[in-house]
Nanobody
Framework: QVSLVESGGGMVQAGGSLRLSCAASGVIFRLNNMYWYRQAPGKQREQVAQITVTMTTHYADEVKGRFAISRDNAKSTVYLQMDSLKPEDVADYYC????????WGQGTQVTVSS
């Protein structure tokens, strides 16, 4: 059974930082492209960052230069370092393995106060 468990969300002031983690089990982690998505209140879920099995990364334009995705295959964990957070980054953040038809975590909430 596949399980993705996010942690690290919380409340931070604008300009601050948070680091999200997602621990995976039940999958051969190193063989999965990993993603972070987010869903803001009243909006559709959107892809924030991707890291492939070859460590190639991609980012949504809105977070380029502020967010960094990384993975530790030995720990079956993917991370999202979020710096210079803005109020518009407020959302539930979801870890995903292998895209929208793949596996999802339960989400972790990020709140940014202005």
């Amino acid at each position: 059974q596949v399980s993705l468990v996010e942690s690290g969300g919380g409340m931070v002031q604008a300009g601050g930082s948070l680091r999200l983690s997602c621990a995976a089990s039940g999958v051969i982690f190193r063989l999965n492209n990993m993603y972070w998505y987010r869903q803001a209140p009243g909006k559709q879920r959107e892809q924030v960052a991707q890291i492939t099995v070859t460590m190639t990364t991609h980012y949504a334009d809105e977070v380029k230069g502020r967010f960094a995705i990384s993975r530790d295959n030995a720990k079956s964990t993917v991370y999202l370092q979020m710096d210079s957070l803005k109020p518009e980054d407020v959302a539930d953040y979801y870890c995903n393995a292998n895209g929208p038809s793949g596996h999802w975590g339960q989400g972790t909430q990020v709140t940014v106060s202005s």
